[in-house]
């Protein structure tokens, strides 16, 4: 069964929200920040809100198992050069672990970091160092490092960085992969071979690393190390290729998150923004591009 699901919003409702905005969408997964991905500000994990949100997940056929949490962009691991901010952020990450443990999260999604400054070999040796502390202070939730576009000086743009990131991890059986298919193509990753590429990560890292699929179209083109996302069949890498990507038998088992950007509209001077999801999800289980897509998503959300 395909597993399909996107970004939500945790908000005030927290993991119930959650639940209901995916099932609003038609998805039976889903991925959420525990708070803004910008800063630091957190509420208390509602354990009554968790236990209601579990409820009907059960209800609904939706396994906890497939559920993602995405740590903040403030966490950056691999940049040293101010110890207390790096020491901030190896803190920060084990409390957001620690929050995913309390709502029974398995995976966390993590930007492997970015140098700012320092030779990528050094900037390598502080992710390991930062993660294996990480780990040896916290519990049974998977650190799942995202595959990057290469943008300025991130880390985690193709296999081998990644590759040597694990090595050094002690705890090597919580370390997972997240692959971004906006991010592989703006790394250079051509997605019409996308069992090529599967087959040198297997060779390299292991295929059974991958936990979770971000699928994302690219508003740019291949190796232009942009990272800018774009709907499902509007960008460079286009609709019958990520399908491809998405049903690929090696991956069914892997949760598939969408992360795609809002649809503006002005309307009297103000500007609306509306999720794409539930078209998006339709047309993904229909495996047929909707060329409507923008406004159908407007006419919908105007009702």
Request: net charge negative; hydrophobic share 35%; aromatic share 8%.
């Amino acid at each position: 069964m395909l597993t399909i699901g996107c970004h939500v919003n945790f908000g005030q409702n927290q993991l119930k929200g959650c639940v209901e905005q995916a099932l609003s969408y038609g998805a039976n997964t889903f991925m959420f920040y525990t708070g803004a991905p910008q800063n630091t500000r957190r509420s208390s994990i509602d354990d009554f809100l968790s236990i209601e949100a579990l409820t009907q997940m059960k209800e609904n056929g939706i396994g906890l198992e497939h559920i993602v949490c995405h740590a903040p962009y403030i966490v950056n691991l691999a940049n040293n050069k101010d110890l207390e901010k790096y020491q901030f952020s190896i803190n920060f990450l084990i409390k957001e672990i620690e929050r995913c443990n309390l709502m029974g999260i398995q995976y966390i999604v993590l930007h492997p970091g970015s140098a700012v400054g320092l030779e990528p070999q050094e900037a390598i040796k502080n992710i390991i160092y930062a993660l294996n502390i990480v780990l040896d202070t916290t519990d049974s939730v998977t650190i799942c490092l995202e595959t990057m576009a290469g943008k300025g000086t991130e880390l985690g743009q193709n296999t081998e960085e990644l590759k040597t990131i694990i090595e050094g991890i002690v705890k090597k059986e919580r370390i997972g992969i997240c692959l971004d298919t906006c991010h592989l193509n703006d790394a250079g990753v051509d997605l019409d071979a996308f069992d090529e590429y599967l087959d040198e990560f297997d060779q390299k890292i292991g295929i059974d690393r991958v936990k979770v699929l971000h699928i994302n179209d690219s508003k740019n083109p291949r190796a232009s190390h942009k990272d800018r996302h774009e709907c499902i069949g509007y960008g460079t890498i286009g609709f019958d290729t990520l399908i491809k990507v998405i049903y690929n038998e090696r991956l069914e088992h892997i949760p598939k998150i969408l992360e795609t950007p809002y649809i503006g509209e002005t309307d009297e001077a103000k500007e609306r923004l509306y999720p794409p999801y539930k078209f998006e999800i339709e047309m993904i289980k229909k495996k047929m591009f909707n060329a409507n897509l923008m406004d159908d998503i407007r006419s919908y959300y105007k009702k």
